[in-house]
C-alpha cells in the first residue's frame, strides 16, 4: 500500500518550521495517525468548544449557550479532553472577547501546496464580519501562551495559503486570539521572505520523515 502524500493542518507547519528534526517526528506522527491519543494541539480536541464559540456569536453572544456548552461538554472522554474543553470555555467566556460584535460568516476551507507533495490546509475557527469590516480569527486553546514569534508564523503561513490561492488578507484581518495570556496577535503588514523561504525548505523536510513514520 502506497503511503498518503503529507497533508498538515498550517498550525501544525507553522510549528515544524522552528522545530529540531526530533520534534518534528511527533508533530507529523499525530498528523498522520490524526485518532491517537493524546492529541491536545489538534483543533478535533477542541471541536466542541469552537463550535460552541460560533453558536454563541450566532445567537445574539446568548451567554446561556456557553453555560450549555460546558454541561455538555462533561461527557466527553477522555476526562483530559472534557477538563481542557471546559478550560478554554470558561476563559472565553471571561475574556473581553466575549463581548465583541462578531456576524458569524461561512467558513472556507482551502489549502496550498509549498512543495515536495505537501498539502497545508487552512480554515479559522471563526469567519465573521465586525463593523463591516471582515475578521479571521484563531484561538490558542492550549494552557501556555503562544510565544510571539510562532504566533507570527501562524499568521503568515495563513497569509501565504490565502495568498496562493488568489486571496490577499489585510493587515490585523487575520487574529490569533491567546486565551491563556489575553493577548491578540494580528496579521502583519507583511509575510517576511525568511518566512516563505521556510514554509518551502520545511516542505522537503517533511517529505522526507513522512514516509519514516
Keep these: 500500500m502506497s503511503t498518503p502524500s503529507p497533508s498538515l493542518s498550517f498550525r501544525s507547519y507553522a510549528e515544524l518550521i522552528q522545530k529540531p528534526s526530533y ?18 494541539f489538534r483543533l478535533p480536541y477542541y471541536a466542541h468548544t ?3 464559540i460560533r453558536n ?12 450549555r456548552a460546558k454541561v455538555e461538554a462533561r461527557i466527553l472522554r477522555p476526562e483530559s479532553k472534557r477538563d481542557n474543553n471546559i478550560r478554554v470555555l470558561t476563559a472565553f467566556d471571561s475574556s473581553i472577547q466575549a463581548n465583541r460584535a462578531l456576524t458569524i460568516r461561512p467558513q472556507r476551507h482551502v489549502s496550498a501546496s509549498p ?21 479571521r480569527i484563531l484561538f490558542n486553546c492550549r494552557q501556555v501562551a503562544v510565544t510571539p514569534e510562532l ?9 501565504w495559503i490565502l495568498e496562493q490561492n488568489g486571496q490577499q488578507a489585510r493587515p490585523g484581518e487575520i487574529e490569533y486570539v ?14 517576511r521572505s525568511r518566512t516563505v523561504q521556510m514554509i518551502e525548505t520545511t516542505a522537503q523536510a517533511i517529505a522526507a520523515l513522512w514516509i519514516a513514520i
Aim: proline fraction near 5%; charge should be neutral.
Design 50 to 52: 469552537l463550535g460552541a
Design 178 to 191: 491567546d486565551l491563556a495570556s489575553g493577548t491578540v496577535h494580528t496579521f502583519p503588514r507583511r509575510i
Design 23 to 40: 520534534e518534528q517526528m511527533r508533530i507529523l506522527h499525530d498528523q498522520k495517525y490524526p485518532r491517537q491519543e493524546p492529541q491536545m
Design 56 to 67: 454563541y456569536f450566532m445567537n445574539g453572544r446568548n451567554r446561556e449557550l456557553l453555560a
Design 115 to 135: 512543495g515536495h507533495g505537501v498539502e497545508v490546509r487552512l480554515h479559522f475557527d471563526v469567519t465573521a464580519e465586525e463593523n463591516h469590516s471582515p475578521k
Design 151 to 159: 504566533a507570527r508564523l501562524t499568521l503568515e503561513c495563513a497569509g
